[in-house]
């Protein structure tokens, strides 16, 4: 089982409140992803980190932001949120093996299922 | 623009059966194709992975089918199991030289009724 975890696990929460949503690994990887999956719906990339302070947007717009000051850490943050962003949320990581790596898995974390009132 | 186009939406099929689901993709930079497996209140979890040059791989009663000239691959459950029943979801990812980047399809909800 991989170690990544994430909390809240469930979030019930109201408009405009501010929200972080936590997510860690100790499995020492380079790069962490943030999901957004939604039922009969592709699991869509909205943030990846390549190491410490490197942070990107990934192909789904979000109104969130992430940080990544620690290898094991990359806390999701909304400052202000909205119905719209009703949703689970998964967070991931992997290891970088360099262009002839034999696989590069990701492992994933259990979800945060966050529901904006 | 949808990446990786995954079917059927949901499958059940009765136990011993073998349940079949496909997908499809078009950027050929793609050079990993992995399958992972979803139940509920879980995370996705690796089942079973393939690279372009190989068109069959097997892991227990897991079987990925690769058609590279068709840009399509597949996963075949033999004897499937009740326990089988989850959310499986193809990818297709690329590896660049600061990392490497994946694309899901839109999953294939399986019931495997005993």
């Known amino acids: 089982e991989a170690d990544i975890y994430q909390t809240p696990r469930y979030l019930v929460i109201g408009t405009g409140k501010k929200i972080t949503l936590e997510c860690s690994q100790t499995?020492?990887?380079?790069?962490m992803y943030w999901y957004q999956q939604d039922p009969g719906m592709e699991l869509h990339l909205i943030h990846y980190?390549?190491?410490?302070?490197?942070?990107e947007k990934g192909d789904l717009s979000s109104e969130s932001t992430v940080s990544r000051i620690r290898t094991e850490h990359f806390p999701l943050t909304l400052e202000s949120a909205r119905p719209s962003h009703t949703s689970q949320y998964l967070c991931a990581s992997s290891e970088f093996l360099g262009a002839s790596g034999d696989s590069y898995e990701q492992y994933f974390g259990p979800g945060t299922r966050l529901t904006v009132t | 623009q949808q990446q990786v186009k995954q079917s059927p939406q949901s499958l059940i099929v009765q136990k011993g059966g073998i349940p079949i689901i496909n997908c499809a993709y078009e950027?050929?930079?793609?050079?990993?194709f992995p399958w992972y497996q979803q139940f509920p209140g879980k995370g996705p979890a690796l089942l079973i992975a393939i690279r372009p040059d190989v068109s069959e791989k097997k892991e227990g009663r897991f079987t990925i089918s690769f058609n590279k000239s068709a840009k399509q691959f597949s996963l075949h459950i033999m004897d499937s199991q009740p326990g089988d029943s989850a959310t499986y979801f193809c990818?297709?990812?690329?590896?660049?030289?600061?990392?490497?980047?994946?694309?899901f399809g839109t999953g294939t909800s399986l019931t495997v009724i005993p």
């Open positions: 980190s390549y190491g410490v302070n490197s942070t």
């Open positions: 950027n050929t930079a793609f050079d990993y």
């Open positions: 990818a297709a990812g690329y590896n660049f030289n600061t990392g490497n980047q994946f694309y």
């Open positions: 499995m020492g990887h380079d790069k």
